[in-house]
C-alpha cells in the first residue's frame, strides 16, 4: 500500500463516514457539518485523482455556497433536534427503505452490465478532433481548466446550453413567484 | 529546477512542511505587526501616539535604537499576545460546546491554507531558469483561494449560532449573508481579467496567480487596464474580510461584539488573528493581481539583476506593495462610518454585481474584437 | 414676520453619487491629520495644568504665621453628603500663646478619600477658610486604611494659604483694647 492508496482510504472513509453521520445526527446543524465533511472528502478525492479544477469547484459551489445557504436556512428557522421526533411507524420505514435499496442495487447493476451500451453513447458527438469551432491547436483529454472550458464549448455544447436554459426557467419562476402581487395584497 | 531535492518522499515531505511553517510563521507575523499598525496609524489619524510603553528588557538602554523601537510599540504584538494567552478563559454555560471550541479553529484554518497558492516572488537559478516562489503554484490558484476562502465563512457562522446569545447570532447571519452576496461579484470582476491576460490560442490556462503577475512584467498593470475590475474587486475584498465600512458581523454599536461577543482569551484572539490573516492574504492577492505581484513599476521591466539579489529585491518590492495596501485597508477604516445592513446589500446585489456583469461584457467586446483583429492579421 | 426661504437642494451629479470622490476627500483629510501635532499628554511624566478652581483633594491650611486654622465648628462634618469628614474635637494646646484666644481645635480630623466626593461642600461652609480642595487629582493606596486622610496629612497636603482677615489677632487687639465681644 503506498502513500496515494493510503490518502484515497482515508478520504473515502471520510466522505462516506461524513455521509453515514450526516443522515444519523440529530441535530439539523450537526448534519450540515457533517455533510460538509463529506464533500471536502469527495473534494480530496478528485485531488487524488489529479483533477484539481472539480476539486476546487466542488468545495467553491457545494462547500462554500450551497452548504452555507442551508446553514443560513436552518439558524434563521432555529430548526432543533426535536424537528425529527415526527418518526415513521417501523412499517413505512421498512418498505422505504426496501424501496430504495432496490432502486439502489438495479441502477447498479444497469451500470455494472451495460455501461457501453447505455444511451448517451450512441448519440453522434462531434469527436473534439474533428471540431473546427476554434482555430486553437486540438486539446487533449486532461484534467486542465482549459480542457474542460473546450470540451463544454465544442461537444458538450447542447447539454450546456439546455441546463442553462432550465436555470434560467428556474430562476424567472422564482422571481415570478417571489414578486408580491401589488393588487391582490390591496385586495386582502 | 527541483532536481536538487533527492527522490526520498519523506525529505521532500519534512521540506514542504518546513517551507509551510516558515510562510504561516511571515503570515502570522505581519498578522501581529498589522494589528500594531491598525493602532498606531489609527492614533496618528486621531492626533494621538498610540502605544508607545511596551519594551523587552535591556532593549531601553540600546541609545537611540531602543527608545525610538519602544516609541513605535514594536513589541506591543508579543505583549498582545501574551496577554491573550494568560487571560483567565471563560466559557458562558448556554453555548453548544462543541461548535464553540470548533468556530475559532473553523475560522482561522482557511484564513493560513490560501497562501499555499500564493506567489511572492521568482527565483532566478543558475542555468538561467525562473521559477515562481510558491508553496505550490496551482493552475487553478485563484480558484483555489476563492474556494478556501467561502470556508471562512462557517467560522463565524458557527461561532455566532453557538454561542447560543442574541448579539452573536445576528453577527453570524450578516457575516453569511454578506459572504454569499460579494463573492459573487469578487468573482465576476475577476473575469474579465482572465479574459485579458489568456492570449488567444493558448494551451496554458491563465488561471494561475503568477501567470496573471508576470503577464504585467514590463506592460501596464492591470489595475490601469481595468480599473472598474480592480475597484469592484477591493471592494468585494473589504467585505469579504468584513473590515470597515463593511464589518456588519461584529458592528460594536449595535451588536456589542457580534459574532466573537461570548468569546473571550485566545479564542477571541484567534478571531483577531485570522481577521488579520484574511487582510494581509487578500492584499497579496490584490497586489499580485493588479498591482504588478513583484514587478516594478508599470511600464518598466525589472531594474534589479537576475540572481538572488534580484529575487530578494523583488520580495521585498512585493511585499512593500502588500504593506501599502493593508495601511490603505486601514487608512480606509479610520475614514468612513459602517454601511447599514440594507445598505451592504443593495450596494451587493443591486450595484456591485450589475457592474461586474456589465464589465465582464464590455470588455468581453473589447477582447473578442482585438482577438478577431489579430487573427485577421494571419 | 420672518420671511420662510425655501432652499431647493440640488439633485446629487453622477460623481456625487458614486461617494468616490468624497470618498478621496476624506482619505486626504485622515492622511493629512497623521502628521499633524498630537495633542495626547504622556500623563506620569508629563502632568496637565491644573486650573485655579480645581476641586482636588480637601485638605487642611494654615495662615501664613503657621498657625492652625481649624477651630473643629464640625460644619464640614454635618454638611458633608456622604460623611466622609470625622472630627474629633479638642482644646488649643496651653503652650500656643498666639492662639490662646481660640477656644477650641480638632484633636484629630479625618477625611476618608473612599468616601469623598469631591463635591466642594466642606470648603463653601467653613467659617475659618481652613479646608480648601486643592490641586492634588491623584490618591492611591494598597489598603483601606491608607485611603483615610489623617490630620497630619492633611495639613501636609494644604500647606499655608495666604488670609485676609485674621480673625483671632482682630479679636485678640479687641480684648486687649477693652471690646469685649
Known sequence: MNAVDLLFWLFAVLSVGGGLAMIFSRHPVSAAMFMIVSLVGVAALFVLLESFFLAILQVLVYAGAVMVLFLFIIMLLDVGPEAGKKKLSHLKTGIFGLFASVVLVGVLLMLGNSYDTLVLDHIAWPPLSESDVSPSPILPFSTQVSAFGYGLMTKYMLPIQIAGFMLLAAMVGVIILSKKNPTREDAS | ?378 | MAKTVVLNRKPLSFSERTYLPQIVTGLKTTFSNMFKPKVTLQYPEEKPVIPNNYRGVPTLVKDPNGREKCVSCQLCEFVCPPKAIRITPGSVPEDQNDREHVEKAPQEFEINMLRCIYCGYCEEVCPEEAIFLQDVYSSSGFTREEMVNNKAKLYELGGTMPDRHYKWDKKKNAESAGNSH
Not at chain 2, 498591482?291 to 529575487?311: A, C, R, T, V
Open chain 2, 1 to 378: 529546477m527541483m532536481d536538487w531535492i533527492p527522490q526520498g518522499l519523506w525529505f521532500e515531505v519534512c521540506l514542504k512542511v518546513f517551507f509551510a511553517f516558515m510562510m504561516v510563521g511571515a503570515v502570522m507575523t505581519m498578522a501581529g505587526y498589522s494589528v500594531l499598525a491598525e493602532r498606531k496609524v489609527s492614533a496618528w489619524m486621531q492626533g494621538r501616539v498610540g502605544p508607545n510603553r511596551t519594551v523587552l528588557p535591556f532593549f531601553e538602554y540600546i541609545p537611540i535604537f531602543g527608545p525610538l523601537l519602544k516609541k513605535l510599540g514594536i513589541f506591543q504584538p508579543l505583549a498582545d499576545g501574551l496577554k491573550f494567552l494568560f487571560k483567565e478563559e471563560i466559557v458562558p454555560g448556554h453555548v453548544n460546546k462543541l461548535y464553540y471550541y470548533l468556530a475559532p479553529l473553523i475560522a482561522l484554518v482557511p484564513a493560513l491554507t490560501t497562501m499555499t497558492v500564493l506567489p511572492f516572488g521568482q527565483i532566478y537559478w543558475n542555468d538561467g531558469t525562473v521559477s515562481t516562489l510558491a508553496l505550490a503554484d496551482l493552475e487553478v490558484g485563484i480558484l483555489f483561494v476563492f474556494a478556501v476562502s467561502s470556508l471562512g465563512v462557517y467560522g463565524i457562522a458557527l461561532a455566532g449560532w453557538s454561542s447560543n446569545s442574541k448579539y452573536s447570532f445576528l453577527g453570524g447571519i450578516r457575516s453569511s449573508a454578506q459572504m454569499i452576496s460579494y463573492e459573487l461579484a469578487m468573482g465576476l470582476s475577476l473575469l474579465p481579467v482572465f479574459l485579458w491576460v489568456c492570449a488567444p490560442g493558448v494551451t496554458e490556462s491563465g488561471l494561475s496567480l503568477s501567470a496573471i503577475a508576470n503577464s504585467q512584467a514590463g506592460g501596464p498593470w492591470l489595475f490601469l487596464v481595468q480599473p472598474l475590475s480592480a475597484l469592484i474587486f477591493l471592494i468585494a475584498l473589504f467585505a469579504e474580510t468584513n473590515r470597515l465600512p463593511f464589518d456588519m458581523p461584529e458592528s460594536e454599536t449595535d451588536l456589542v461584539g457580534g459574532f466573537h461577543t461570548e468569546y473571550g482569551s485566545f479564542k477571541f484572539g484567534i478571531f483577531f488573528v485570522a481577521e488579520y490573516a484574511h487582510i494581509v492574504i487578500g492584499s497579496a492577492i490584490f497586489t499580485v493581481i493588479f498591482l504588478g505581484g513583484w514587478h516594478f513599476l508599470p511600464f518598466m521591466n525589472d531594474p534589479w539583476p537576475s540572481n538572488w539579489i534580484g529575487s530578494l529585491l523583488g520580495v521585498g518590492w512585493f511585499l512593500a506593495k502588500t504593506i501599502f495596501l493593508i495601511f490603505f485597508f486601514i487608512w480606509i477604516r479610520w475614514t468612513l462610518p459602517r454601511f447599514r445592513y440594507d445598505q451592504v446589500m443593495h450596494l451587493g446585489w443591486s450595484k456591485l454585481l450589475p457592474l461586474a456583469l456589465a464589465n465582464l461584457i464590455v470588455y468581453l467586446l473589447i477582447v473578442t474584437a482585438i482577438d478577431q483583429s489579430t487573427s485577421a492579421n494571419f
